[in-house]
Every structure is written in C-alpha cells, then in structure tokens.
C-alpha cells in the first residue's frame, strides 16, 4: 500500500508541476487528432465523394437496415465498456461510468496510433490507485479475449473462403479444420487458466522484476475470465451484424450466408495484418473488396458498396467514440 500511495503520489506531484504542458499537449492533440481524421476521410480515401457518387435507396427497408446498425452501436461500446468494469474493478473500484470515459478515450488514442496501441494508454490515464502497468495488463487480457474470439470464427471462414475458391484446399479441408480446433481449444484453455501465464513468468530469470505487474494473471478465477470471454463473443457477434446490416444498405447481398462468412474472414485479416496508422481504414477496404470480389467474380457493381459499408462501420464504430474520447481526455485532470 505505501509503494501505490508513493507511486500515486509522484504522479500527482509530476502533473501539477508540468500542468502548463500538459494543457498545451491536450491541445495539440485535439488538433491532430481531429486533423487526422478529417486527413483520412476526406484526403487519403475520398470518402465524400464515394458518398456523393452512390445511388442511395431509402425504402424502408433499407433505413431500417442503417438504423439499426447505428442503434447497435451503443450495445457494442456498452459490452465493451461493461467487460473494463469486471476486469478493472478486480483492483480499483469505479463506476460504470468512469469505466465509459476510459474505453472512449482509448478509442480515441487508438485511431492515431499503429496497432491500436494508444488503446491502452487512453484507458489507464484514468485510472487513480491501481500501478498504470498493471493496469496496462489488465488491458490486455480484455484485448486478448476479443482476439481470441476473432481468431476462433475467424480461421473457419477463412478456410471456408479458401474451400470455395480453391479447389486444392478443399482437399485437405478436414485436416486443416481439425489442426485448427485443436489449436483453439488450447487456446481458449490457455486463456480460461491465465494463471498458468504467471507460473510460466515465475520461472524465468527475470521474475523478481516483472513480478508485482504480472500479478495480475493469477488475479481473476476461471469463472471471471469466461465471463470476459463471453461478453467478447456478443460484442463480436453485434459487430458482425453491423458490418452485414450495412452490407445490405449499400445493396451488397449476396445471400446472408455468404455475407457473414465474407465479414467473419474480413476481420480476422484484419487482426491478423499489423496496421498503421496511415492504411488503417484502407485495409479495412482493401480486404473486404478482395473477399467480396471473389465470392461475386470480381461485380464492379458492388465495389463502391463494399468500401462504403466497411468506412461507414469504422464511422459508426470508431470515429462516434474517438470524439467524445478526445472530450474526456481534453476534460481529464491528471491529478490523484
């Protein structure tokens, strides 16, 4: 306890001595940030124009297919915010919605960095007792449920995609399905008993130092980490419907079967190809028109549909949330 107050203290007395800075780097950061995104929509993808350039249908059925794709966006951050509340609340009681403002401002930190990195530093800023490390390591058993559950939908379709364009893959399908629920089953396994995380780190030679950060790892029972692991599945399923609902606006329909394999392959290349900061939204684009062009032999007709669902699923998931991020942030106080 009086290594945190010392570490919390040493904190406060750094952010009142640096006040002044700080002010000036949360306006320079407002001013990036927002300068950036306008940069990426507007310059680097022309997203205006693709806007302007596609012949809307605004039947009913068709606003109702946007409306609830928008909609779904307050369950999606609300998951996401209520699977930070369990993980943080293990070593720092707040309330849900100082659980809000940190999973914003992650959002926020995480469209201007590669990776997503700034994803964690956005989070742990608001943290007040709890060593900002640890707290990044608590980040990251949240992200790496979410992976996990990409991964385990993800590589199936995939291997779909592959079986349907492929005829030699389709060949060898079985064993490679086997190899891979093998794979995930270790995996998730892996993740139920992080614990087994920390008896591996306690014997390395370096132990003695990482020690009161790895901690973490044997913090939470197998009970708490499905449930994480189970709040990721729904988020990632209420994600998936966005992307198809959005499909559907943009006329891309190419049957829902083919529609939620094409989306489930499209994000896990997207968590599999590292991402920058300049080529985020691109990638997003990029990989949905390869997937979709082969399920459609290559219908130009749909081209501009497809790049218009994934940027509007980033608008919608990402760009709503980073603005009211950047407000927490520009409001944060940086003191104890």
């Known amino acids: 306890m009086h290594t945190v ?15 002044k800075w700080i002010t000036y780097l949360k306006i320079v950061l407002a001013i990036f940030t927002i300068g950036f995104i306008l940069y990426k929509l507007l310059v680097a993808y022309q997203i205006d124009i693709k806007f302007k350039s596609f012949q809307f249908d605004f039947s009913l059925n068709n606003i109702l297919f946007l409306v609830l794709a928008i909609a779904l966006l307050f369950l999606n951050w609300t998951l996401e915010t209520i699977k930070w ?7 720092e009681k707040i309330s849900f919605w100082g659980a809000l ?20 530093v956005g989070r742990i800023i608001h943290l007040k007792t709890l060593n900002k490390y640890k707290g990044s390591l608590v980040a ?69 130092k990482i020690e009161k950060y790895v901690v973490v790892f044997k913090s939470y029972s197998k009970s708490q980490l499905f449930k994480i692991f189970f ?32 989306v489930i392959a499209i994000f896990c290349i997207q968590s599999i190809i590292p991402s920058f ?11 949905a028109l390869f997937i979709f062009g082969e399920l459609s032999n290559y219908n130009k007709e749909i081209e501009l549909g497809v790049l218009l669902s994934a940027y509007s699923l980033w608008i919608i998931n990402m760009l709503v949330p980073s603005l009211f991020g950047l407000y927490f942030i520009l409001k944060h106080k940086f003191i104890k």
């Open 5 to 19: 107050s010392t570490y919390n203290l040493g904190l406060e007395q750094f952010w009142q001595t640096h006040k």
């Open 85 to 91: 509340h369990l993980l943080i609340n293990q070593f």
């Open 101 to 120: 403002k940190a999973v914003f401002s992650g959002v926020t930190l995480s469209i201007i960095t590669p990776n997503q990195l700034g994803d964690f």
């Open 140 to 208: 990251v058993i949240g992200n790496t449920a979410q992976i996990l559950v990409t991964a385990i939908f993800g590589m199936y379709a995939l291997l779909a995609f592959l079986v349907k364009v492929d005829y030699g893959i389709y060949l060898i399908w079985k064993p490679i399905a086997l190899f891979f629920f093998v794979m995930h089953v270790v995996a998730f396994i892996g993740f139920i008993r992080i614990d087994i995380v920390y008896k591996v780190l306690s014997r390395t030679k370096f132990f003695y």
């Open 231 to 262: 709040i990721s599945l729904i988020r990632y399923s209420v994600y998936l419907a966005q992307y198809v609902l959005l499909l559907y606006f943009f006329g891309v329909q190419l049957g829902v079967l083919n529609s939620f394999m094409a």
């Open 277 to 287: 900061i300049l080529i985020d939204i691109g990638l997003r684009g990029v990989s």
